[in-house]
């Protein structure tokens, strides 16, 4: 009869242990990217990631570089008909709502320190276009989530910084 009970519990514990297992319900990302959006999620965190803050000082114009920072710097970090979003540097704090932020992604209590702890992050096809589809659905990401992005670094006429992004790993 011993013999029996055994397989049984490990049986009732592998299965316990399975049901738990993909079901945390603080992971940061639920959902998965689109299929087109697969395309552009890294499998492997790219080497060498600097912080938004650095990266706005020294990459030039045209310069290959790895950031690493969250979504966020608004209420809606996310640009309609675009995968484009802006990347918060790691050193900004988000703000709590006892501090009277809603939405503590757009560091309102830091506002005069976002212009130069920012991103825009767009992705790119292989002819460098921006993609048509929302940014958040297209890659299964939402406010506040730490991003490792790659792309190439792009400056307009006011020195301000994006990034044409080929390639993102989800933190």
């Known amino acids: 009869m011993l013999h029996l009970i055994r397989p049984a519990a490990l049986l009732t514990l592998a299965l316990f242990c ?4 993909g079901s945390n319900s603080n992971a940061p990302n639920s959902q998965a990217p689109t299929a087109a959006g697969a395309a552009y999620v890294l499998k ?3 080497t060498g990631a600097q912080g938004i803050k650095l990266a706005r ?4 114009d045209n310069d290959q570089i ?3 920072g969250r979504i966020g710097g608004s209420p809606n970090p996310w640009v309609d008909g675009q995968a484009a979003f802006t990347l918060v540097d790691m050193e900004m704090k988000p703000c709590a709502e006892s501090e009277g932020c809603p939405t503590p992604w757009d560091y309102c209590c830091e506002v005069d320190l976002l212009p130069k702890a920012m991103v825009m992050v767009k992705l790119v096809d292989p002819k ?17 989530q730490t991003l490792v992005v790659r792309g190439l670094a792009k400056r307009d006429e006011m020195g ?3 990034i044409l992004a080929d390639g993102v790993f989800v933190k």
């Open 160 to 162: 301000n910084l994006s």
């Open 128 to 144: 460098g276009k921006t993609v048509t589809q929302n940014a958040k659905t297209l890659l299964g990401v939402k406010e506040s």
């Open 57 to 60: 000082e020294a990459a030039k």
């Open 44 to 46: 492997a965190e790219p």
């Open 66 to 68: 790895v950031v690493v």
């Open 18 to 21: 399975c049901t738990g297992c």
